[in-house]
């Protein structure tokens, strides 16, 4: 490629702008709010001359569509895909303005900086340089800014598939589920992985119906009493091992590369499931107990009770097996199970044009990088067009440490200035060279 002359300090010091204004549009999911999202940055893209489209279910629930179009001879367009939405935040748990955007100690601090207003700004820089420096697109270069997707996507992606599933036909998609880390099992190393696969969420109600009365006089068909005692029988659960071959794949990588001593057996892996809460995740079903409701008032045995698990299955796992054992460990008919959402993938491959292009440019710009194919305990977007046999990447091009990777959904998230930089280096390459 040639290269082109590219002010990055000066594009660092717009984005940090960008991304500091962005953290301040309020777009909690819930009620999300998206709108204002489309709205700050179509601003951006008017002043560009880029034109857009906004595709509205109702609800200030609006998604972005802007497109660079290109001659088509390398194929079908590019998606560079973010969700505008955040999750909730604890105000009084921040040292900071959640929604405050501050700019200190070589950080962008706020809400979304990492999950992913901090991506969807160094998407878009990746976006408007190519429209600035007029490079030549061989395929359709594509900026989606999507909605909802923090609570399943109903009012985002998946909105778009149920009524403008033309908008997704591309060839390939670059979306969040990936990162750069600087440390991975304790060792020191510029470790980027690239989502290829994700568990599948599977959500779940448990409701009860009991006997209301008074609390003075206790019975055996308390609601609140049924509820619990199957919940216990579900945290009791003990759930197997099921490592699927991109989670051995990840960990055999390792080995070969001197991270990882030993080689990747399946003992080797449950002791190091024992040691980190995030790869026993990796390796088995979870359950998360995330809500728990009973009653009215505090001398009135409750007539009905409700429980939500958070539950995510390995890749491949069937969803109806799955509540099948669970209504059998439960073992109690009088409790309802709903399912609130689901949804599985299956992987996008790795021989694949983009992946060989994002892993040349990334060790283009960090020499020592090992690029390795990761697998999310989350869920993306991505899982929409993997449905659809379109090749899905997380492809965060960041370095973090641990620390900084625990920030997010967490409290006191942000952003280095650095790593926006670096991002925008790596995505800019990366796209000039699938689209060039």
């Not at 109702?58 to 998606?79: E, Q």
């Not at 999750?87 to 955007?101: H, K, N």
């Not at 939500?308 to 799955?322: A, E, H």
Request: proline share 5%; net charge negative; hydrophobic share 35%.
């Amino acid at each position: 490629m040639t290269k082109l002359d590219i002010n990055w300090a000066m594009w660092t010091e717009q984005a940090t702008e960008w991304l500091s204004a962005y953290i301040q549009v309020n777009t909690v999911n819930p009620p999300g709010n998206e709108t204002l999202a489309c709205d700050f940055l179509g601003e951006i893209l008017n002043d560009e001359k880029i034109s857009y489209d906004l595709y509205d279910p109702g609800h200030n629930r609006a998604t972005l569509v802007a497109t660079l179009k290109g001659d088509g001879s390398r194929g079908k367009p590019l998606i560079l895909l973010n969700h505008t939405d955040v999750v909730p935040f604890e105000t009084d748990q921040w040292t900071v303005d959640p929604l405050g955007g501050e700019i200190r100690d070589g950080f962008i601090w706020g809400r979304g900086a990492q999950d992913m207003k901090g991506m969807g700004i160094i998407e878009l820089v990746t976006f408007l340089l190519h429209k600035r420096h007029g490079l030549p697109l061989k395929r359709d270069l594509v900026f989606m800014a999507v909605a909802d997707e923090e609570a399943g996507s109903f009012y985002g992606v998946e909105f778009l598939n149920r009524e403008h599933p033309e908008i997704l036909e591309s060839d390939y998609v670059i979306n969040e589920g990936g990162s750069g880390s600087t440390e991975v099992l304790g060792i020191e190393r510029n470790v980027f992985n690239i989502g290829v696969s994700e568990k599948g969420p599977l959500w779940l109600k448990l409701r009860v119906e009991g006997t209301p009365g008074h609390g003075s006089v206790p019975h055996s068909d308390n609601a609140a009493d049924h509820l619990v005692r199957a919940v216990a029988r579900i945290l009791e659960w003990d759930q197997q091992f099921d490592v699927t071959p991109e989670v051995q794949n990840y960990f055999q990588a390792l080995h070969e590369a001197g991270i990882l001593k030993t080689k990747p057996t399946e003992d080797v892996l449950q002791v190091l499931a024992s040691e980190n809460p995030r790869i026993d995740s990796l390796q088995r079903n979870s359950i998360a107990l995330t809500t728990l409701t009973a009653g009215v008032k505090h001398n009135v045995i409750p007539s009905e009770a409700e429980a939500t698990l958070d539950c995510r299955l390995v890749p491949g796992y069937d969803p109806d097996k799955f509540v099948d054992a669970l209504t059998t460990v439960i073992d109690d008919d009088r409790i309802q199970i709903e399912r609130v959402f689901q949804s599985s993938t299956p992987a996008s491959p790795t021989e694949t044009e983009l992946w060989d292009v994002m892993s040349r440019e990334t060790k283009n710009l960090v020499e020592d990088a090992l690029i390795l194919p990761g697998v999310s305990t989350g869920f993306t977007d991505s899982r929409v067009f993997r449905r659809k046999g379109i090749p899905a990447y997380g492809f965060t091009p960041v370095l973090a440490g641990p620390s900084e990777q625990g920030r997010i959904h967490g409290n006191d998230e942000r952003l280095s200035i650095t790593n926006l930089e670096l991002g925008m280096q790596i995505l800019h390459s990366t796209v000039r060279g699938i689209c060039g």
